[in-house]
């Protein structure tokens, strides 16, 4: 709906001025619509309604609604959109009247196409009042207030608001209030809209379209014009291709960019977007070129609207065109940077499948690349095998008879051998006195032991004619168990949380991080992001012995242990609380001290006392001083030595299933904790071998490794 501005639109009324005393906690409109509330802040406001587009699907799961609010403070001049998002059409708001007001509890501040609205959340109640039914002040408002689809609202109106809705609409100028018929008709044509939003996949020339993409390179300026490459990682046939060179590819002659003139073999430049015909040119012109010089950089995901696609300069390729309507009232900016990182709540699902799709691709050309470069290094080599004496070769069969070794080994990892079930089922569960203050999920399940745990499995089955016994590297397998723990790492409670440096890639649900470095994905864009912020996880791990008791001075078999690793989501379950920078956040490293004293009593008091007689040792023979009388025969291994375990699997000898008992033996004869009942996986993680010996993975490279995780467990209270 049009908004006409009336002349003399500079002069307030005097019952405009009367207006201004909001309820406190309550925002005025104009304030957002002016820029003057910081962007992602919650507030609390209530205006009249002024335009409808009703409720349509989106391409995720939701259904987006848009009001068009003002209050006493922007009426004359000014206009603040509401953009809600629910579930169901059925939880929308229903507005019915052209005077009726909406109360917003916690909505966020946006900036969005240009201008400042309100976006809600999970938490975000709205309360809209009838106007027709809305009393003249100083009555309440409160007998005109309707359902509004709230299933559980954050609060209730407060007396101040229900008399505030009253007097706003009431002493507002009427003028400014719409017409029933027109409220009727904008919400007619928001019903029948036809979403431009296209992949560029599927742009053909002479269309215009909505996009969602990423910027690839730094855009290039000249005069009124700017010129970005752009992808959102889908190909088309009628791009220009990219080939990749081995960091170099060829390019345009011209401009320093490579905007201008034609594609020759004249220049050579990096490229450092995707290759192949995933990448599009797209020449914004006017208020659109400004704006991309003003915010918009490499690696920036862009909302770009009604972008005229049709053949460039050359004619064999799809350009996009983004030009300023002159006849239009209002320049409306149609380039919008999109957040990455950040509420993954309030991101758009087509940005989320962009960035699913920009995690495929970088998945793939680092394989294909890798595959690339061990080729040509493999090529180096057999020129270099060629003028030396020739080995001999591994036999035909015998390589056959390791592939089928290895491939028996993986399709029998996801099945649990019958020996272990019936040792299992057979085994009576010992009497414990468990920690009533740890409890775990699958609680009907049989507890299993250690030892158990940690026997090698083997798999039977017939080759060439002769029956194999395969050793299997690992199984897919949940046990639950009754242990207590005897060791953990790292050393300080305050190494438990490691940072990162947040990813675009975070917004997807099935996003868990890059393993191999704390510092997260490694791609592009990751390098040219602000290292301000970062991520905190748990990371931490603990040593778990059986929770068979050992009599003090026994000098016997200690009971089997194993090192299991606790993830963050793991650790969150665990302990019930969110990581952190723990070096500075006292009040959760406190926290987190308390719950672990739940889980393995004065273990960390011990510890600490043996690291502090370690270093005293350590300063005694480096200045040749004999020890003290009480010396401690129990200072516990190397804290190194248990690190590069716990990095290579942290197991016992799988050959034999016995525990290294010199590892264990110090702290859990000194720490004084309850035994308690947890869930612990075992899974298989890919590694590099040493040698081709050692690999069953079948690339002749790599070896499964077994590994164990804690989960399902948590400290009540």
Partial sequence: ????????????????QRLRSVPAGVVELNDIFDGKLSRDRIVNAVGLVSDVQSPIKTKGTDYKMTLTLFDASCQHNGRVKFVIFRPSEEEMPQIDNANDVVLIVAAKVQHYNGEYSLICNRRTGIFVYSGPRIPKPPNSAEPALITSGNKQPSREPTVDEHNYVSRLLHRIDPSYIPLQHSLEEAKSRSRNIKSKFSTLADVRDMTFCDLIVQVVREPYLYGDKATLWVTDYTENPAFYSFSYKGGELLERDGDEYGYLGHFSVGTKKEWTGPYGQRSMQVTCFDSHASTVDQSVKEGSWLSLRNVHIKFGKNGNNLEGFLRGDENAYEQKIQVTVLRSEGDAENVSPLLKDAVRRKLEYEVTKKAQVRALKEECQGQGRKRKAENEQPTKKENAKSRRKKERDAKFAAKACTTKPKEQETEETESQEPQIDLNAHVRCEHHKQRASLLSSVLKPVYHETTLDGQEHKLRLPFINANYRAHVRVVDFLPDRLENFAVGRVPTEFDMLSDWEGDSSSSGGSDTEGSRRRSRSRRIWEWRFALRLQDAAPVPDGDDGPRPASLW????????????????????????????????????????????????????????????????????????????????KEMEKGGQPDEEEGEDDDAAVRPMSSQARNKAFTCCIQQYGVKVKAESEQEANVGDGKHKWERVFGLFGTKIAG
């Avoid at 023979?621 to 291994?637: F, G, I, K, M, Y």
């Fill in 1 to 16: 709906m049009p908004l006409t501005k009336p002349s003399g639109s500079g002069s307030v009324p005097p019952s405009s």
């Fill in 564 to 643: 299991v690793v606790v993830d963050n989501s793991a650790a969150q379950l665990l302990t019930g609380l969110d990581a952190s920078n723990l070096r500075y956040d006292e009040r959760t490293l406190a926290a987190l001290r308390e719950k672990m004293f739940t889980l393995w009593g004065d273990l960390e008091e011990k510890k600490a006392g043996a690291r502090q007689r370690q270093e005293a040792a350590r300063k005694r023979n480096v200045l040749l001083r004999p020890p003290p009388v009480d010396a401690s025969s129990d200072v516990e291994a190397s804290p190194q030595r248990k690190a």
